[in-house]
């Protein structure tokens, strides 16, 4: 059973819709990861939140919206997509963001495939 | 440049065949770290390895070894006695200080193994 659980697993909207991915991890981590992974590209780093605090924006589009209302939970917020933006939307968590070199594992839920029709 | 490069994009071997994944990575970093993950068809990524630039020693677990060299700037992992539900997609991984972060990964493009009975 995975530590990071995410919901929905699959998700179809239209380009008009409003919709959110939720995440939540059992692990008792610090920090928390939106990737994206699309056919045509390599797995993507969207956004890192830290204690609640989000310490990394990788030049995602505003339609991508995320809210990390405490360590446990992690959201996606969808709106007025793009159907390139179709992929699967992977969730992570580590036990923390730093910049040392103490790296961690990070470990990713089963993902949310999305597609925007 | 930090870099990935799983060069086999998809590997197809019958039951029982040993198998390498090959994984080449580019770093201007001394210290960085190294990750092996599995993602099945369901989606979810599972980590397998993590392995730190200090650590060159080889790793066993069970039918999966993994060889570190830094003289070729490589991370080879090998399944012995492959098995039908090894059929998954193998990422090799990077981070590091160059890479944004120790908790920052850089993934490969994916090898697809694809074990037949």
């Known amino acids: 059973e995975t530590g990071v659980t995410q919901t929905p697993r699959h998700l179809v909207m239209g380009m008009t819709n409003k919709k959110s991915l939720k995440c939540e991890q059992h692990l008792g981590h610090n920090a928390m990861y939106w990737y994206k992974q699309s056919a045509k590209k390599p797995l993507e780093l969207m956004f890192v939140y830290s204690l609640e605090e989000r310490v990394e924006n990788n030049s995602v589009p505003s339609r991508f919206s995320p809210e990390c209302p405490n360590s446990s939970h992690l959201f996606l917020h969808l709106h007025t997509l793009q159907p390139e933006d179709s992929a699967l939307y992977l969730c992570?968590?580590?036990?923390?963001?730093?910049?040392?070199?103490?790296?961690?594992?990070?470990?990713f839920g089963e993902g949310s495939w999305l597609t925007v029709v | 440049a930090q870099k990935v490069t799983q060069a086999q994009t998809e590997i197809s071997v019958v039951e029982k065949e040993d198998v390498t994944l090959d994984c080449v990575y580019e770093t201007r970093d001394t210290t960085y770290y190294l990750f092996w993950y599995k993602q099945p068809p369901s989606g979810e990524l599972v980590f397998l390895i993590r392995r730190n630039s200090f650590d060159e020693q080889n790793e066993i677990s069970g039918r999966y070894s993994w060889n570190f060299q830094k003289s070729t700037s490589s991370f080879n992992f090998t399944i012995t006695a492959s098995q039908v539900v090894d059929s998954a997609v193998y990422f090799c991984a990077l981070s590091g200080l160059f890479s944004g972060g120790y908790n920052k990964l850089i993934f490969g493009a994916g090898t697809r193994l694809a074990v037949h009975p």
């Open positions: 992570a968590s580590s036990q923390d963001w730093d910049q040392g070199i103490t790296g961690n594992t990070i470990y």
